[in-house]
């Protein structure tokens, strides 16, 4: 099924849902439900909403809009740009942060989020996959992952003896290595 396919049935279920609906509350919130899906499509994000579908059902990392290799860059983006995206996430040193917008009163910051620690330690839960490759030192790994042509969005490798997760954060075309001790404990 298309991603076009799958939301016209979306909102068809939604649709009836609604009509069946005696709670003017619920059936408001369903026409929300329903406008957020005429708006993925009316604004051309059809391709990116099936992107992120995907990355939930593999178990990706969060997904980023954005990569700074320092908060001054980071910054400057933030105050530049004219609607930024509000509560999306941004890599500034490989680190995640969240975007938080105003539009009344024009407020923009950034801050550091635990969305990858939270990824790590449920992929510790799980049980980690064996490690795709083992490397003595991170240098090693960096050149490894540097010079591969097209890295899932994800792969357990190792570093010495500790587990690390290298990301191929594909949107924005960047490839970041953390370490499993980063995780939520």
Same mark, same amino acid.
């Given at each position: 099924m298309t991603i076009e396919e799958l939301s016209l049935e979306v909102e068809g279920l939604l649709g009836r849902l609604r009509e069946d609906n005696p709670s003017p509350e619920e059936k408001g919130l369903l026409l929300v439900a329903i406008d957020a899906i005429r708006f993925i499509s009316s604004t051309g994000h059809s391709y990116d909403f099936e992107d992120y579908r995907k990355s939930l059902s593999a178990h990706e990392p969060p997904p980023v809009v954005a990569v700074f290799k320092t908060r001054e860059e980071a910054d400057a983006w933030?105050? %530049? !740009?004219?609607?930024?995206? !509000?509560?999306? /996430?941004?890599?500034? %040193?490989? @680190? /995640? /942060?969240?975007?938080? /917008?105003? =539009?009344?009163?024009? =407020?923009?910051?950034l801050g550091p989020h635990p969305a990858l620690a939270y990824h790590l330690q449920e992929m510790l839960e799980a049980g980690l996959p064996p490690a795709v490759a083992t490397f003595k030192t991170r240098a090693e790994a960096d050149a490894w992952f540097s010079q591969q @042509?097209?890295?899932? @969005?994800?792969s357990v490798i190792q570093i010495g003896n500790e587990p690390y997760l290298a990301v191929h954060h594909r949107n924005v075309h960047h490839r970041a290595i953390y370490p499993f001790s980063l995780a939520r404990r």
């Amino acid at each position: 099924m298309t991603i076009e396919e799958l939301s016209l049935e979306v909102e068809g279920l939604l649709g009836r849902l609604r009509e069946d609906n005696p709670s003017p509350e619920e059936k408001g919130l369903l026409l929300v439900a329903i406008d957020a899906i005429r708006f993925i499509s009316s604004t051309g994000h059809s391709y990116d909403f099936e992107d992120y579908r995907k990355s939930l059902s593999a178990h990706e990392p969060p997904p980023v809009v954005a990569v700074f290799k320092t908060r001054e860059e980071a910054d400057a983006w933030l105050n %530049a !740009h004219p609607k930024p995206p !509000h509560l999306t /996430y941004v890599l500034i %040193a490989d @680190a /995640y /942060y969240m975007v938080v /917008y105003l =539009r009344d009163p024009d =407020r923009r910051s950034l801050g550091p989020h635990p969305a990858l620690a939270y990824h790590l330690q449920e992929m510790l839960e799980a049980g980690l996959p064996p490690a795709v490759a083992t490397f003595k030192t991170r240098a090693e790994a960096d050149a490894w992952f540097s010079q591969q @042509a097209d890295p899932p @969005a994800q792969s357990v490798i190792q570093i010495g003896n500790e587990p690390y997760l290298a990301v191929h954060h594909r949107n924005v075309h960047h490839r970041a290595i953390y370490p499993f001790s980063l995780a939520r404990r």
